[in-house]
């Protein structure tokens, strides 16, 4: 929990960050006989200058102190800050306190709302099936403060910050408890309640008479059962609907196309896109967001069995075209058309927005701290890339062109699910193969597959697992534009 509220003293710990400029200057942000002396005593010893990423504690009293240093002022960026943040509220001498008190170097909105991000998103940690409890530092188990005037949307801040925390929660969660079953109740839990929220549920039977002959084939090894997820909200009558569609790919071994072990263990991974669009719901309700907006979601499980759809098979998707199966593997992309095509075709969006753990490619392109964009549309993905920046959920656009439709040529089907550029270009072919389903329908594609999950300790401020991707940008996206 975190609240902004004026400078207090009154909780178990203080951390008070500080840039380079404030200890040269001897100046603490907030008038405090009590820390002033303390300060002192820090700036006589000569221990703390505030250089990035240093942490100095000391005992007033009962009471834990903790200067974090920020570097200089003008290296220092919003990111930055929010890392400080995690960090001292992850750090060994903070681990026992549960209310804590946070001095920022200046109160303003900037610095305010990193705080809150830095506090719920930077220590967010899934620790379900952590059964030696004692030492949980994350979220949960803190109550936070921030010195400084309370201000209006502070509040929302904090909600997407624990909305982002939600998406994690669906994704960290195993496979077999968060599958496609369970996927319907949490959009059903959601929007419970709001008569401007229309669902449109299909299973295996509906899924099956529409002809989603691409979602059905990927399902088809899966004891699992297949849905379409879809929530339509309208928070602004009369006007144009935005659509957007998560890959709900609850697990992906592979199919007969089997990962190797080492590419197969994070695939929980792989609903992300529809997770993010399950908190995109909540988060939109909850906000009162006066856009019209369909939250869909293509939920499947890509299994192996006798039942496994196969390499070579070509299928007959919901649009009427034919596909190829070069690679089982390449699944999320057979299931994103069928979706894509149905809302479309359903509900006549004015732009789409898709979001997929679609391709291994992107992180070889751009890391793991950039979601790929691809688009048709300029002006769709300009307002997409200002959001990100605003947001610091981080986007990085790639080419779409004409010329990329030979890369997915069938001599057999009309498409092929795999590029003949073997391992070039494995994002924008991928992005091409959906291109092929959105028509003229402005559309961008974020493909989050190197963003979405952290392997190993964390980064920027996100900790092992989960990291929401999409939440933040979406949600200033459709506060904004
Ligand atoms: N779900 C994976 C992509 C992925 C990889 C997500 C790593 C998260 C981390 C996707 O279904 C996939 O397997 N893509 C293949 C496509 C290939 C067979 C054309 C890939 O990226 O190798
Ligand atoms: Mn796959
Ligand atoms: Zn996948």
Redesign the pocket.
């Known amino acids: 929990m975190v609240t902004v509220r004026p400078y207090k003293f009154d909780q178990d710990a203080l951390v008070v960050f500080l840039t380079m400029e404030q200890v040269k200057a001897r100046e603490l942000p907030v008038k405090d006989a009590r820390l002033s002396a303390e300060f002192q005593k820090l700036l006589e010893a000569g221990v703390f200058e505030a250089a990035p990423g240093t942490q100095f504690p000391a005992l007033l009293g009962r009471k834990i102190v903790l200067f974090v240093g920020l570097g200089k002022a003008k290296d220092l960026s919003l990111s930055g800050l929010r890392l400080a943040v995690r960090r001292a509220l992850l750090s060994a001498p903070l681990s026992r306190t549960e209310t804590v008190e946070l001095i920022l170097p200046e109160d303003n909105r900037e610095n305010v709302e990193a705080a809150i991000e830095g506090a719920l998103i930077g220590t967010y940690a899934w620790k379900k099936y952590v059964t030696r409890k004692k030492d949980d530092r994350t979220v949960e188990h803190k109550k936070i403060f921030i010195a400084g005037k309370d201000q209006p949307g502070y509040a929302a801040t904090a909600k997407v910050a624990a909305n982002v925390n939600f998406a994690r929660a669906l994704v960290n969660e195993n496979a077999d408890v968060t599958d496609a079953v369970y996927l319907e109740k949490v959009m059903k839990d959601i929007a419970s309640g709001h008569k401007n929220v229309k669902l449109e549920i299909l299973g295996r039977k509906e899924l099956a008479a529409k002809g989603f002959g691409l979602l059905l084939a990927v399902n088809q090894g899966s004891n699992k059962k297949p849905r379409v997820l879809i929530a339509s909200y309208t928070g602004a009558p009369g006007e144009a609907f935005t659509a957007v569609i998560g890959k709900g790919?609850t697990y992906?071994t592979?199919g007969l196309?089997l990962k190797p072990t080492g590419h197969m263990e994070?695939?929980r991974?792989?609903m992300s896109g529809a997770a993010t669009v399950l908190s995109l719901l909540k988060t939109v309700l909850e906000l009162g967001i006066r856009k019209n907006i369909i939250f869909a979601c293509g939920v499947a499980e890509n299994a192996i069995s006798a039942n496994a759809y196969k390499p070579g098979d070509v299928l007959t998707s919901f649009s009427g075209k034919t596909v190829e199966v070069g690679?089982t593997?390449?699944?999320?992309r057979l299931v994103l058309a069928d979706v894509i095509s149905y809302v479309i075709q359903q509900y006549k969006p004015a732009r789409l927005i898709d979001l997929a753990?679609?391709?291994?490619?992107v992180s070889v392109a751009l890391g793991n701290d950039y979601s790929g964009l691809v688009s048709n549309d300029d002006a769709l993905a300009g307002a997409l890339l200002k959001s990100a920046a605003l947001s610091d959920d981080r986007i990085w656009r790639l080419p779409s062109y004409p010329e990329l439709r030979e890369a997915i040529k069938s001599k057999i089907a009309d498409l092929r699910n795999?590029s003949s550029w073997r391992g070039a270009g494995?994002t924008i072919t991928?992005a091409e193969f959906l291109r092929q389903f959105v028509g003229d329908t402005p559309w961008a594609h974020l493909d989050i597959?190197g963003t979405a999950?952290v392997e190993g300790d964390g980064r920027m401020y996100f900790g092992h697992g989960a990291t929401g991707a999409g939440v933040r940008l979406l949600t200033h996206y459709f506060i904004n534009n």
């Open positions: 790919l992906d592979g196309n994070t695939m991974c792989d690679n593997d390449a699944e999320g753990t679609l391709t291994g490619a795999t494995g991928g597959a999950f």
